[in-house]
C-alpha cells in the first residue's frame, strides 16, 4: 500500500506465531508481557518522536481512506484496543483505532498508536475475540517500535539523518527519505518473519490477559484463509507440499496451546453489544457525523443540480418503479406516482426488484449485499461476501440469495464462472475451466469494476443467461442450478442480446445479420428473423405484454430507444439510459432530470411528473463562482443551473456544459457540447439582462475552453510549428497567440490567476533555446544530474500570452502530471500522486516546502492556496506555508474559491451545500 518507505504492517500479510520469548513486560496470570527494550535497535525516535512520525504518516496515508461515518463504529473497536493495551507495560503512546470504508478483509497500522481496522473485515468478523487478535496483531507492531526502528534505518541509509527534532524537523526529514526512496535503485529487502512474529506474540499475549478467547484468531486466521483446518505436517514440510498459510494456521495453534493455564479470565464479551455493532457495520449505513467546522453562511442548492439516471426499472408486478444514478438508489410507487425513499449506494451495480416485487437487491464490486423493502425505507438484510477465490464480475440474482462470479486464474490464464451462496459464499456450481480470455478482455477483467460480460434477466428474474462470447450459461435462480439450452443460443447469437419476456431472447449476430432475431428459451430455436438487428447494445424492457419489445442502447446522439423487433421499427427514443416499458406504459428521464411515466404513443397530456431527490455530485462538477461571489454555476454535460449564493435559489435553468467562466458584468459564457439536435456552440448568459443567447460564432474540434479560457492549437506543416491562440468567448476574437518551434505541448490553467503552466522535457527544442538564452535557467539546469526527470517550467500570462516566470526544477518523482501544476505569485504548486504537494520557488528554482493535499483553489494576489486531504477536510496555507485554516466540512469537497481579499472561502460539497468560512485578515 502507498510506498515502500511509508512503513505499514498489516494483519493479512506474513503471520507467523512462534513461542513467547525474553523481554521487558510485566508478570501476570498469562506470564511477561513479551515487549522487547527499545533499545535492542538503533533507534533515533522518542515516544513523543514516534507520535509526530506517526501524524506525520496518518496525513499521508488518511488521504487515500476514506473513514466510516459513524464515529460510534470506531468506538467499538477502540474500547477492544484500550482492553488489550491495558494488560501491557505502561507507553507513552496514545492508540486510536479507526474503521475504514473498505472492501479489503485486512487491518494495517503505523507509527505513533494508528490501528486501521477495515470495514470488510469487521464485517466478516463472528465476534469480539476474533477483532480482538487482530487489534492485538497491530498493537505489537506499534508497542515493540518497529516502526520507529525501520525509519531509523531508512533515514539513516537513504539521507544520511542520523537525529530528529520537532514534528516540523520529523515531516521534513521524512518527505525527504520518501523522495529519496523514490530515486533508491537497490532497495533493501526487509526480513519481515521477525517483525510479525514478535507482533503476534504480543497480540495473543495481550487478547487472552484481557479475558479474550485466543481461539478465536486460528479460527478466524483459518475461515478467512479458506484453510479447513489443513496445517500440514513434518513430513508435509520435508516434501515442501505444506502450504505457508498451512504452516501460519499450525503455529497460530501452538501459540495458543502454550499458553499458562489460567490465563485470561477476565469479564466475557458482550456477545449482544457484539451482534448490534457487526449488524451495523454489515449493514454500512449512515450514522452519527463528525462534528463539522462552523461557516460563516451555508445554504443548500435549492432544487439541486440532478445526475444523469443509469437505469429505470418497473417491478415485475408493475405497482413500483426503481431509479438508479451513480451514487444513489430511488424506490417509488407507480400508482399514484410517489417516491418512498432514497439510499445511498455509491458504486453500486445495477439493482433490481426481486421476483416477487418485495424488495430491491444491489451489490457493489466488494461483493456488499443490501436488500431493502420495496414498501418502505427498510433494510431487510445485508452480507459480505467472502469467496475463496476473488470475483472479477459478478451478477446477483435478483431475489439476493445467490451470486454469479467470473474467476481469473491469471497463472494459468484460464477464467472460471460458479454460482455461489451470497450469505455464505458456499459454492452451489462451478466450471474452474470455462473459457480463456483474450489479452483485451483479461486486461478489463483486471481494471474495470463495473460488468464486463453479457447478460440478461428474464422478465420475472428467475433466469438468468450469462455469456462469454459463444460461452454462454443460463442459470435458473429459482432452483439454483444450470439449465441446459439449445445450440441456437450459442451459435447464432455471437453479440449481444435481451430477454424478450421468460421464454423468448432477442440476439444479434456480428458475422451474419441473417442469424439475427428472436429465439425460443432454451431451446434456441430462431423463431422471428430480424435482419435489421444489428445494434451493439440491447437490453430486456421489464414487461412487453404480447409484444417482442426490448431497448436498443447507443443510437445517434446518445440515445436510448425501445424497438419493436414484430414490427421492425422503434416506437419511441430519449436523451441518454434511463428507460423502461411495463405493457405499454413507459418510465423515463426527462431532459431536466425529472421522472415520467406516460402511456406509449400517447399524448403528453397523460404523462407524470415527479422530481428526484438530492444525489451527491460526483468528483469534479463543472462548476464556477461569479466574481463577486453572488452566483455560483454548475452543470453535467446535459444539465445545468445558476444559484445564488445567499440563498441557495436556482435563479436559472442551463443546458449542460463543458466549460464556463464568468465575466465581471456577471455574464457567463459557457461551451455546451453536441445534443441532440443541437450542434456545439458557446452560450451567453447574461443576469444583468436577463438574456439566454448563442454566441454567433463556431467552434470547431481543435477549440477548447478550460478554466474559461478559449485556446486553440494549428500547426504549420510548412515552418513545423504549432500556434496556441487564446480567444475571447465573447466575440472569438484572437486576444494573443504564441508559438513553438518543435511540437504541441501539454499545459494546464492555474486557478486563481488562470495562468497557463506549461512543462517541457529538457531535450526539447523550446527547452533548449530557453536554458541557452537564460543564465538562471542554464544554472538551474546544471545543479540537476539527470536530466530526464528535470523539466522546464514556463508560466504564460493568461491574459496577455506573455512570459509571467520560468524555472528549471526536477519534478519530485510522485508528478501527478501536467494537470497538478499551480501558481501563486512566486510560488508553483506541484502535486504528486500521494496527495503530497511540492512548493517551489519561482525565482530561485528551488524547493521551499511541502504541503499535505492537493491545490483546490488559491488567490494570486495574497498567494494564499486550498486545499484538500482526507474527506471533507480542508486547509488554507499562506505564502509563507503557514497554516491559516483547517475545516472538518463532513462531505467531499468539490470546489473551492477565494473571496473578499482572501479572508473567506466558499467551498462546495459533494451534499450539494455551499459554506462559506472564515480565513481571516489578509496581509
Not at 292 to 306: F, G, I, Y
Not at 563 to 568: K, Q, T
Not at 594 to 615: E, F, M, N, W
Not at 650 to 679: F, N, Q
Request: proline fraction near 4%.
Amino acid at each position: 500500500m502507498l510506498r515502500r518507505a511509508v512503513w505499514i504492517f498489516t494483519f493479512t500479510v506474513g503471520i507467523c506465531w512462534s513461542a513467547p520469548a525474553g523481554g521487558q513486560g510485566v508478570e501476570s496470570a498469562c506470564g511477561v508481557a513479551p515487549i522487547p527494550s527499545a533499545t535492542s535497535q538503533a533507534n533515533i525516535f522518542s515516544d513523543q518522536q514516534e507520535m509526530w512520525l506517526g501524524q506525520v504518516t496518518a496525513d499521508l496515508v488518511e488521504s487515500e481512506v476514506r473513514f466510516m461515518r459513524d464515529p460510534a463504529l470506531s468506538a467499538h473497536l477502540q474500547a477492544i484496543a484500550d482492553r488489550l493495551v491495558a494488560t501491557l507495560p505502561p507507553t507513552k503512546i496514545q492508540f486510536r483505532v479507526i474503521l475504514v470504508d473498505s472492501e479489503e478483509v485486512n487491518g494495517f497500522s503505523i507509527a505513533g498508536g494508528h490501528v486501521y481496522i477495515m470495514r470488510k473485515l469487521a464485517a466478516v468478523a463472528k465476534s469480539d475475540d476474533e477483532l480482538a487478535g487482530v487489534i492485538g496483531h497491530e498493537i505489537g507492531h506499534i508497542i515493540s517500535h518497529q516502526f520507529a526502528f525501520e525509519s531509523t534505518r531508512e533515514l539513516k541509509r537513504l539521507s544520511n539523518v542520523t537525529g530528529v527534532g520537532d514534528e516540523a524537523d520529523i515531516r521534513t526529514k521524512y518527505e525527504a527519505m520518501l523522495d529519496a526512496e523514490y530515486h533508491d535503485k537497490h532497495p533493501e529487502l526487509r526480513e519481515t518473519d521477525s517483525e510479525q512474529a514478535e507482533a503476534d506474540r504480543i497480540g495473543i499475549y495481550a487478547m487472552t490477559a484481557a479475558g479474550y478467547r485466543p481461539q478465536a484468531i486460528a479460527e478466524f486466521f483459518d475461515r478467512v484463509f479458506f484453510l479447513g483446518g489443513k496445517t500440514g505436517n513434518k513430513l508435509s514440510d520435508l516434501l515442501r507440499m505444506t502450504k505457508p498459510d498451512q504452516k501460519r494456521l499450525r503455529s497460530v495453534s501452538a501459540m495458543v496451546a502454550a499458553m499458562p493455564a489460567g490465563c485470561g479470565k477476565g469479564a466475557t464479551p458482550d456477545e449482544s453489544e457484539f451482534a448490534k455493532w457487526h449488524e451495523a457495520v454489515v449493514a454500512n449505513q449512515k450514522g452519527n457525523e463528525l462534528e463539522r467546522s462552523a461557516a460563516l453562511s451555508e445554504v443548500t442548492l435549492t432544487p439541486p443540480l440532478r445526475m444523469q439516471l443509469d437505469q429505470v426499472r418497473f417491478s415485475p408486478d408493475g405497482k413500483s418503479i426503481l431509479a438508479q444514478d451513480e451514487s444513489s438508489i430511488f424506490v417509488l410507487g407507480r400508482e399514484p406516482l410517489a417516491l418512498r425513499y432514497r439510499i445511498d449506494a455509491n458504486n453500486a451495480l445495477p439493482a433490481n426488484f426481486s421476483p416477487d416485487s418485495q424488495s430491491v437487491t444491489f451489490s457493489t464490486p466488494g461483493l456488499h449485499i443490501e436488500q431493502w423493502s420495496a414498501q418502505e425505507k427498510k433494510l431487510l438484510a445485508a452480507h459480505e461476501m467472502l469467496p475463496k477465490d476473488p470475483c472479477y464480475d459478478t451478477r446477483l440474482s435478483p431475489d439476493g440469495r445467490s451470486m454469479v462470479c467470473v474467476q481469473f486464474d491469471v497463472e494459468m490464464w484460464e477464467l472460471g464462472l460458479s454460482l455461489l451462496d451470497s450469505t455464505s459464499s458456499e459454492v452451489l456450481w462451478e466450471q474452474k475451466w470455462w473459457m480463456r480470455p483474450d489479452p483485451s478482455l483479461a486486461w478489463r477483467l483486471l481494471t474495470d469494476p463495473t460488468p464486463v460480460f453479457v447478460s440478461s434477466y428474464s422478465g420475472d428474474g428467475n433466469t438468468l443467461l450469462f455469456a462469454g462470447g459463444d460461452e454462454k450459461v443460463a442459470f435458473d435462480l429459482k432452483q439454483r442450478a444450470v439449465m441446459k439450452t439449445g445450440s441456437g443460443l450459442k451459435g447464432a447469437i455471437s453479440g449481444d442480446y435481451a430477454f424478450v419476456g421468460n421464454d423468448k431472447v432477442a440476439g444479434v449476430n456480428l458475422t451474419n445479420v441473417e442469424k439475427s432475431g428472436v429465439f425460443s428459451f432454451p431451446e434456441g430455436k430462431l423463431i422471428k428473423k430480424d435482419t435489421a438487428m444489428n445494434f451493439q447494445s440491447i437490453r430486456s424492457v421489464s414487461n412487453s405484454g404480447d409484444n417482442l419489445h426490448m431497448l436498443v442502447y447507443g443510437l445517434k446522439d446518445d440515445t436510448v430507444a425501445i424497438n419493436d423487433v414484430g414490427a421492425g421499427k422503434f416506437l419511441m427514443a430519449i436523451k441518454g439510459w434511463a428507460l423502461d416499458e411495463y405493457a405499454g406504459t413507459v418510465v423515463g428521464e426527462a431532459p431536466g432530470g425529472a421522472l415520467v411515466v406516460g402511456i406509449l404513443g400517447a399524448d403528453a397530456t397523460k404523462q407524470h411528473h415527479i422530481d428526484l431527490p438530492i444525489s451527491p455530485l460526483p468528483f469534479f462538477p463543472r462548476a464556477v463562482l461569479s466574481k463577486d461571489g453572488k452566483y455560483f454555476a454548475m452543470a453535467t454535460m446535459r444539465r445545468g443551473g445558476v444559484w445564488e449564493v445567499a440563498t441557495g435559489n436556482r435563479i436559472a435553468v442551463l443546458h449542460g456544459y463543458s466549460d464556463a467562466t464568468w465575466t465581471d458584468d456577471d455574464t457567463l459564457y459557457m461551451d455546451v457540447p453536441k445534443d441532440l439536435g443541437v450542434e456545439r456552440h458557446i452560450a451567453q448568459l447574461s443576469l444583468t439582462a436577463k438574456t439566454l443567447k448563442d454566441v454567433a460564432y463556431k467552434v470547431d474540434d481543435d477549440t477548447v475552453m478550460r478554466y474559461g479560457r478559449m485556446t486553440n492549437w494549428k500547426l504549420d506543416e510548412k515552418k513545423k510549428t504549432w500556434t496556441l491562440s487564446m480567444h475571447d468567448p465573447a466575440n472569438d476574437s484572437v486576444l494573443w497567440s504564441k508559438s513553438f518551434p518543435d511540437r504541441y505541448f501539454s499545459y494546464t490553467p492555474s486557478f486563481g490567476a488562470r495562468d497557463l503552466i506549461f512543462n517541457f522535457d529538457l531535450s526539447s527544442h523550446t527547452a533548449k533555446e530557453a536554458i541557452k538564452a537564460d543564465a538562471k535557467l542554464a544554472s538551474e539546469a546544471q545543479a540537476i544530474s539527470d536530466k530526464k526527470k528535470a523539466r522546464l517550467i514556463k508560466v504564460l500570462d493568461g491574459g496577455t500570452g506573455d512570459e509571467d516566470g520560468s524555472l528549471v526544477v526536477e519534478l519530485p518523482p510522485n508528478f501527478a502530471g501536467t494537470g497538478g501544476l499551480d501558481r501563486a505569485g512566486d510560488l508553483l504548486y506541484v502535486r504528486g500522486v500521494d496527495d503530497r504537494t511540492s512548493v517551489y520557488s519561482i525565482a530561485t528554482g528551488k524547493q521551499v516546502r511541502q504541503l499535505i493535499g492537493y491545490v483546490m483553489g488559491l488567490d494570486p494576489v495574497t498567494a494564499r492556496v486550498f486545499t484538500a486531504n482526507r474527506i471533507g477536510e480542508g486547509m488554507v496555507y499562506g505564502a509563507d506555508g503557514k497554516e491559516l485554516a483547517h475545516y472538518h466540512l463532513g462531505d467531499p469537497i468539490r470546489y473551492a474559491l477565494f473571496r473578499e481579499g482572501a479572508t473567506m472561502v466558499t467551498i462546495l460539497t459533494a451534499d450539494q451545500k455551499v459554506r462559506t468560512m472564515k480565513v481571516g485578515d489578509a496581509p
